[in-house]
């Protein structure tokens, strides 16, 4: 039961900006939304998270539709180190526990 | 390098065995959760730990049990293996509001 929505794959250029979106119509007013990305054979990496406001910090940028509904991953250079799968997560505080459903993500082809 | 440890690395094991995986953080976070990523799908909650309690519960059968320690670390317990319990086994440390640290995962095969 996901609650994002995410292509399924996506390509971009080395050293060319990438845009990941990610559309969330049912996030409630406290849910945070999370980025991981996992490369092949490893545990999830955290990106970045935010709650209204958009966020920057080393790795990325998080522009988050003013309704909340919809956000987007920026990574400004694209890197061969940056392919991988991208998640756009949602916290579930449904049942009183914090979790994070993830759906299947996109995968990120970074071209030389 | 995200201080989340999880043993082993890889294991095999047969059919209606049962198999302990564990996880241990340097974080210092009191909650550890356990997710199953089947292959080619995104990670699945299985359950979560907060102070040595359960805390929460995915959409796992009770053959699926955990464990969490004073010190943090923790284990999963899976009884009865089945064919379909082949996976990817994450734990995370952390994570509510603030980033969550993941392990490398423990890869289970049950042939």
């Known amino acids: 039961d996901a609650k994002t929505t995410q292509p399924n794959s996506m390509e971009s250029n080395e050293e060319e900006p990438v845009h990941l979106p990610c559309n969330h119509s049912t996030i409630s007013g406290t849910d945070y939304i999370h980025w991981y990305r996992q490369l092949p054979s490893q545990g999830p990496e955290y990106v970045i998270h935010g709650l209204t406001s958009n966020v920057n910090n080393r790795m990325a940028s998080l522009a988050i539709a003013e309704d909340r509904k919809s956000s987007t991953l920026i990574l400004h250079r694209a890197t061969l180190r940056d392919a991988a799968v991208y998640y756009c997560i949602l916290g579930d505080t449904t049942s009183g526990t914090y979790k994070y459903i993830f759906g299947t993500g996109t995968r990120l082809k970074v071209l030389a | ?111």
């Open chain 2, 1 to 111: 390098e995200t201080g989340v440890t999880q043993s082993p690395t890889h294991l095999i094991k047969t059919r209606g065995q049962q198999v302990t995986l564990r996880c241990s953080s340097q974080s210092g976070h009191n909650t550890v959760s356990w997710y199953q990523q089947a292959l080619g799908q995104g990670p699945q909650f299985i359950f979560q730990y907060y102070r040595e309690e359960e805390n929460g519960r995915g959409n796992f059968p009770p053959r699926f049990s955990g464990l969490q320690f004073p010190n943090y670390s923790s284990e999963l317990n899976v009884n009865a293996l089945e064919l379909d319990d082949s996976a990817l086994y994450l734990c995370a440390s952390g994570g509510r509001n603030t980033e969550a640290f993941f392990g490398q995962g423990t890869r289970l095969t049950v042939v």
